[in-house]
Structures are given as C-alpha cells and as structure tokens.
C-alpha cells in the first residue's frame, strides 16, 4: 500500500517511529521530532501517525488503557508489556496463529486484518526490584 501523499512531515513521522523502534506512543513520536523540528503539531503527528497505519506502513498495538504503540515492523507478532515500568517489547518467538482471525470472523462477522495480543506482567528489571 502506498500513501496517498508522501510528505516531508509523514516521512519524518516514519523516520521517527523507526529510529525510536520502542513501539512508541503518539506522544514519543512528537518529542522525537520536535528536538529538531519545534514548530511540529501534535496533530500532524496524529494525522500522519494514522495515515501511515492506514497505508500499511507501520503498524498500531491498540492499548485499551492506555496510549496506542506504533511498530516499524511489520510482520505480525505478540507483544509483552511491563505494567510497573512501561517496557514494550517484542515477543516473536511466540507465532502468530492466523487461525485465531479466522474463527473470529465467523463468531462476529467482522472482516479483521490481524489482531494483537499482548501479555502485561512485571519485566524482570522490576520482579528484581521486588515489585508487585
């Protein structure tokens, strides 16, 4: 899929994204880019954040209480999320099961594009922290 215009902002927004490669927030994305570039709207980072997802260009991880993540990379794979320090990393060595998308699409009749799972738990930095 492509963009339907390729920008100097939505290139920086990628740029960013892929640079920061943190699953970054919104939020990260617009401080990344504003350490060179101050006069950058949160919207324009928004806007372009969407189109890029909306192209297929990146991906989002939907947080339902939080802030939403946006990956470079674009193969489907889990994730893991420390709820004590905000880490946010990768778990690929967990496959994707394609299957779970197509018995979803038949109990709700919705046509999805992926889903995403993602395990929340204390990374081991924090378990060593005593933390709970």
Request: charged share 25%.
């Amino acid at each position: 899929m492509t963009v339907k215009r390729n920008t100097i902002q939505r290139q920086m927004v990628y740029a960013a994204v892929a640079k920061l490669a943190n699953h970054p927030t919104a939020e990260d994305v617009y401080d990344e880019i504003t350490q060179q570039y101050p006069d950058i709207s949160k919207g324009t980072i928004y806007r372009n954040l969407n189109a890029l997802y909306d192209a297929g260009l990146i991906n989002c991880v939907f947080m339902p209480n939080g802030a939403n993540r946006y990956d470079h990379v674009l193969s489907k794979h889990h994730h893991v999320f420390c709820s004590k320090c905000g880490a946010f990393h990768d778990l690929k060595e967990l496959p994707y099961e394609q299957e779970l998308d197509k018995k979803a699409e038949k109990m709700t009749g919705y046509k999805l594009r992926s889903h995403a799972i993602v395990f929340v738990g204390l990374c081991p930095e924090c378990q060593g922290k005593g933390s709970e």
